[in-house]
């Protein structure tokens, strides 16, 4: 088409919009199919897998037999349940707090306290439960030799190797999503509800336990079944903790169900609960946080002062600051120390400390730099592909250009259901056997990778796109432009902050991906997480903690470039989980 | 020839008519204000002429082709319209300078050319001193100004306007309404313009469209509309009036209070119920019988208002029960509970149905 400025395209009578429709309809079959690869037939395959006999393929109630048939495996389903349960109420209690006091008090060091949250929060809980091992494993964990130095005894306290150790050590890293939940309901309840109560006869004690925290209280209950879910779907913390305190729970079950020989299919039948139980949860989970009548989570805010604690204030920021010493200044003290350290049992003195941890996880070790490497790529790879591929949902959802465009989106966020585990198991039992034979290349890594963060795709991109007025494309076209000349020139350069962002909510967590990775793994692409978990099954705390803090410095650029673009608490928001 | 021609224009989504039957020609060069309150079908209107969305039926027509039917739209890039949005649309990732010259990159104009009409056009809206600035370093009316210009470089062959007032304060607003005019007068662009203020529509428009619930009620000049409604939804919307219920019986309409002569009165045929509208200026007050043509009727203050500009009466004719409103200047000044005189010329009063 040679459109000048001054003639009219000679409209036919019956102006042709047979090939537009033609166009849309590809793009949405195009879209559809890839879905449909990611999402849908990974877990119908999971499905089909748990009723088939190994080999011959035959239909069977077996597996189930099998995944159940044993006390143990039984036992393991319970201690995940119970173990959920334990981490999200410590969770609550580390959380609501740090929460409460950050977003609605005078307490001193109020944005310290969320950057040690968000240290906390880029920390992996494998990272996490190596630093805990050091701090608590019984003996020689550090705190047990101050305790001993410190009162004489024979034998410390601590125990990491327990089911209180686990859940503690998972609920220091998974209470920064109660954190988010609470403080993003709590930044919305505006002060006059709290005045209405004063003024009424409230003192700001009473006030808080009957208007604000009711108020937040479904975004707390929220937050806290996300870290129900966090906790049952985690793998690596109990493979380093569980195991070696002789216990099991679901995931480290379903990783020896995955051991030589691979069991897919009785895998499968064992990971039905765990699915079963996190979808219910998410059902729940958004009735909760979406119940009217809370204007807490939909009303507008209206102004907010912060409420004077008095003297209290400090008690509050020894909390704040006793939180963030376990979760970040003790891990991170000993994590530091043993990754410069010859043997990090040997302490502080100076003839200890080492560069040979770094020098040899970098150039030494056959894997252990390549596995970096790796999963920056992958995760690089599929933050890339699930950032456009969700944000051409979202515009085609958003502007209505296909029917059913619902579906789509409702194909993108439904992978939040599916545990990484469980995920993994679908991948495997899809795309393993022939034709497709992916399992150990990098391809099926970035594309499970891809699947498991495309609602954080999906929810941040569809929020770009409804922040964009459709007038500012149609204005566009009213002037000559096509759609495509509006995206261009008008869409993109917008959102390019939004996309930025979303990219880096999924690279992050991406880089540290376990879950779904170690099932999924060959020789060649090992990543950073899985080195880790290698090197903790081998004991060898001092490379790890090298190895591990590469990682976490690795990240620091990435997190500043976010935070310049997109303002300091981008991870914090509740659109990041 | 009509530059734009919508003929039997509907536009239904399910059971429930959004537009329907709207027929209307527009000369080159006039200026069309769709009137009618929200939800009234005007905005839908537009985004058809704009080629936003497909009528269910009927057609629209610029300079004799077809641009819609329910078979097929033209897309709004080929249409050689403009249209000025309720939100401005400005895009924030572009300079004034650049807002206002996309349309003419969009058209494969030369660099300079660009540069001169873009400073041309600036120079109209007095917003060349601002044209490096980013949207977001403007104030509501000077994005509107860029929106204004914006659509206006390009020459287009119909320009629309949806609500583009709306989102201004009240004092710009009406500033902005003769602004709008200015341009029209000095450009001469066919032009739809979609609002709700009556008084937006009349200051700008050669001819109004009033809407409601998705139909035409009247398509007339500004001054006939107001002393000629043919409706009693038009009456109400445009200005304020007096609904009066008369009795026809015999050659005398008996209304709440007085009677009138049917010679006397318009539209006066068969017996039974007519309405009749009631301008509160165009009725008089005084403290004694006036003489001369009109039908002079006793009456009493039943509560006023002081609104600066005039006097806001309510007065019951003594043998009335309901009170008419009436208008006066802000000299004229009656006392609630004193007697007065209506004054009513029975050739102001208006039948509508």
Same mark, same amino acid.
């Given at each position: 088409m040679t459109a000048t400025a001054?003639?009219?395209d ?6 042709g919009r047979?090939g537009y429709f033609d166009s849309t309809w590809l793009l949405w079959i195009a879209i559809i199919a890839v879905l449909l690869f990611l999402v ?47 981490? #999200? ?5 580390? +959380?609501? @707090?740090? *929460?409460?006091?950050?977003? /609605?008090?005078? !307490?001193?060091?109020? =944005? ?16 996490? #439960? ?5 701090? +608590?494993? @019984?003996? *020689?964990?550090?705190?047990? /030799?101050?305790? !001993?130095?410190?009162? =004489? ?223 920056f790529l992958y995760a690089g790879a599929s933050a890339t592909v699930a950032v456009f591929l969700t944000l051409g949902v979202a515009y085609i959802v958003a502007r209505k250009l296909v029917p059913f465009g619902g579906v789509l989106g409702f194909l993108c966020v439904a992978p939040f ?26 391809l099926?890594?970035i594309l499970?990778f891809t699947t498991r963060f495309l609602p954080v795709g999906y929810v941040n991109a569809s929020a770009a796109i409804r922040s964009l007025n459709p007038e500012m494309e149609e204005a566009v076209r009213v002037l000559g432009g096509s759609r495509l000349t509006a995206l261009r020139r008008v869409v993109a350069p917008l959102l390019k902050r939004n996309l930025l962002g979303a990219w880096l909510l999924i690279f992050i967590p991406a880089t ?43 990240t620091l650029p990435l997190l500043w470039v976010g935070q310049k673009a997109l303002g300091r608490d981008f991870m914090l928001r509740r659109n990041a989980t | ?42 905005t839908?209107?537009l985004r058809?002429?704009a080629g936003f969305m497909p ?18 739209v033209v897309p709004p890039e080929r249409r050689r319209m403009s249209m000025i949005f309720q939100s401005y649309a400005i895009w924030p990732n572009m300079t004034v300078g650049e807002n206002v010259g996309f349309g003419l990159q969009v058209r494969k104009l030369s660099r300079s050319e660009i540069d001169?009409r873009v400073?041309?056009i600036l120079?109209?809206?007095?917003m060349?001193?601002l044209k490096g600035r980013y949207p977001a370093e403007l104030s509501g009316?000077q994005q509107q100004r860029v929106a204004l210009a914006r659509a206006i470089v390009v020459?287009p062959?119909?320009l629309l306007l949806d609500?583009p007032?709306?989102n ?186």
């Amino acid at each position: 088409m040679t459109a000048t400025a001054s003639t009219l395209d000679a409209a036919p009578a019956r102006p042709g919009r047979a090939g537009y429709f033609d166009s849309t309809w590809l793009l949405w079959i195009a879209i559809i199919a890839v879905l449909l690869f990611l999402v849908v037939s990974p877990f119908i395959y999971l499905v089909i897998t748990s009723f088939q006999a190994e080999r011959t393929g035959e239909f069977t109630f077996a597996n189930y037999a099998t995944a159940y048939g044993r006390a143990r495996y039984v036992d393991a389903l319970l201690n995940s349940l119970k173990l959920g349960a334990v981490s #999200a109420l410590l969770a609550g209690v580390f +959380a609501v @707090p740090l *929460a409460w006091a950050v977003a /609605r008090t005078d !307490m001193p060091g109020r =944005g310290l306290t969320r950057m040690l949250v968000l240290a906390t929060f880029i920390t992996p809980p494998y990272t996490g #439960a190596v630093a805990w091992i050091l701090l +608590a494993g @019984p003996n *020689a964990g550090w705190l047990n /030799r101050f305790y !001993m130095l410190a009162t =004489g005894a024979e034998a410390g306290p601590f125990n990491i190797y327990s089911f209180t150790g686990l859940a503690v050590v998972i609920a220091l890293y998974s209470f920064p999503y109660i954190f988010i939940f609470t403080t993003a309901a709590l930044e919305l309840v505006s002060s006059e509800m709290e005045d209405a109560a004063n003024i009424l006869g409230a003192g700001p004690w009473r006030t808080m336990w009957r208007v604000t925290l009711p108020l937040a209280l479904p975004a707390i209950l929220g937050g806290l079944i996300i870290c129900f879910l966090e906790a049952i779907a985690l793998f690596g913390s109990p493979a380093m903790i569980a195991i070696p305190a002789r216990f099991n729970v679901v995931t480290t079950q379903l990783f020896q169900f995955f051991g030589n020989p691979v069991r897919v299919e009785v895998a499968a039948a064992y990971a039905m609960p765990l699915l079963g139980v996190t979808v219910l949860l998410v059902l729940v989970q958004r009735l909760i946080t979406r119940r009217k009548g809370f204007v807490a989570l939909t009303g507008k805010g209206g102004d907010r002062r912060p409420i004077l604690l008095g003297r209290w204030r400090w008690v509050v920021f020894g909390y704040a600051m006793f939180v963030a010493a376990l979760s970040v200044f003790l891990p991170y003290i000993f994590l530091i120390q043993s990754a410069f350290a010859k043997a990090w049992g040997r302490g502080f003195s100076l003839d200890n400390v080492s560069l040979q941890n770094f020098r040899f996880v970098l150039f030494e070790h056959a894997t252990a730099a390549q596995s970096v490497l790796n999963s920056f790529l992958y995760a690089g790879a599929s933050a890339t592909v699930a950032v456009f591929l969700t944000l051409g949902v979202a515009y085609i959802v958003a502007r209505k250009l296909v029917p059913f465009g619902g579906v789509l989106g409702f194909l993108c966020v439904a992978p939040f259901v599916i545990p990484g585990v469980v995920l993994a198991i679908g991948f495997y039992a899809a795309y393993a056997p022939p034709p497709l034979a992916l399992y150990g290349t990098a391809l099926i890594l970035i594309l499970a990778f891809t699947t498991r963060f495309l609602p954080v795709g999906y929810v941040n991109a569809s929020a770009a796109i409804r922040s964009l007025n459709p007038e500012m494309e149609e204005a566009v076209r009213v002037l000559g432009g096509s759609r495509l000349t509006a995206l261009r020139r008008v869409v993109a350069p917008l959102l390019k902050r939004n996309l930025l962002g979303a990219w880096l909510l999924i690279f992050i967590p991406a880089t540290r991906e376990l879950s779904a990775a170690i099932f999924l793994y060959g020789p060649n692409t090992k990543v950073a997480s899985v080195m880790i978990f290698d090197m903790s099954e081998e004991g060898n705390f001092e490379r790890l903690a090298a190895l591990a803090l590469i990682l976490q410095v690795l990240t620091l650029p990435l997190l500043w470039v976010g935070q310049k673009a997109l303002g300091r608490d981008f991870m914090l928001r509740r659109n990041a989980t | 020839m009509s530059k734009l021609v919508l003929k039997n224009v509907a536009k239904r989504y399910g059971s429930f008519d959004a537009v329907a039957d709207f027929s209307l020609e527009l000369v080159k060069g006039e200026f069309v204000s769709l009137l009618g309150p929200s939800g009234c079908g005007k905005t839908t209107t537009l985004r058809m002429i704009a080629g936003f969305m497909p009528p269910t039926g009927g057609t629209i027509e610029m300079d004799g082709q077809q641009i819609s039917s329910a078979s097929g739209v033209v897309p709004p890039e080929r249409r050689r319209m403009s249209m000025i949005f309720q939100s401005y649309a400005i895009w924030p990732n572009m300079t004034v300078g650049e807002n206002v010259g996309f349309g003419l990159q969009v058209r494969k104009l030369s660099r300079s050319e660009i540069d001169r009409r873009v400073d041309k056009i600036l120079d109209v809206v007095q917003m060349r001193n601002l044209k490096g600035r980013y949207p977001a370093e403007l104030s509501g009316g000077q994005q509107q100004r860029v929106a204004l210009a914006r659509a206006i470089v390009v020459e287009p062959e119909v320009l629309l306007l949806d609500e583009p007032l709306s989102n201004l304060d009240a004092n710009l607003r009406e500033e902005m309404r003769f602004e709008i005019r200015r341009l029209h007068d000095e450009f001469k662009i066919t032009t739809v313009y979609v609002t709700h203020d009556q008084s937006e529509a009349m200051v700008t428009s050669d001819r109004i469209v009033v809407m409601n619930k998705g139909k035409i009620e009247q398509i007339d000049a500004p001054h006939t509309l107001y002393r000629r409604p043919k409706s009693r939804f038009v009456a109400g919307f445009i200005g304020r009036t007096n609904f009066l219920e008369g009795d026809h019986q015999g050659n005398e309409v008996r209304f709440d209070g007085f009677t009138a002569k049917a010679g006397n009165l318009e539209g006066v045929n068969g017996s039974g119920a007519l309405l009749y509208s009631l301008r509160p200026q165009a009725i008089g007050l005084a403290t004694s019988q006036p003489s001369g043509q009109a039908l002079a009727v006793e009456a009493e203050i039943s509560s006023r208002s002081y609104l600066g500009e005039y006097w806001d009466y309510q007065v019951r004719p003594l043998t009335g029960a309901k009170p008419i409103r009436v208008s006066t200047s802000p000299s004229q000044v009656f006392e609630v509970g004193s007697r007065v005189w209506l004054e009513i010329d029975p050739a102001a009063m208006v039948r509508v149905e």
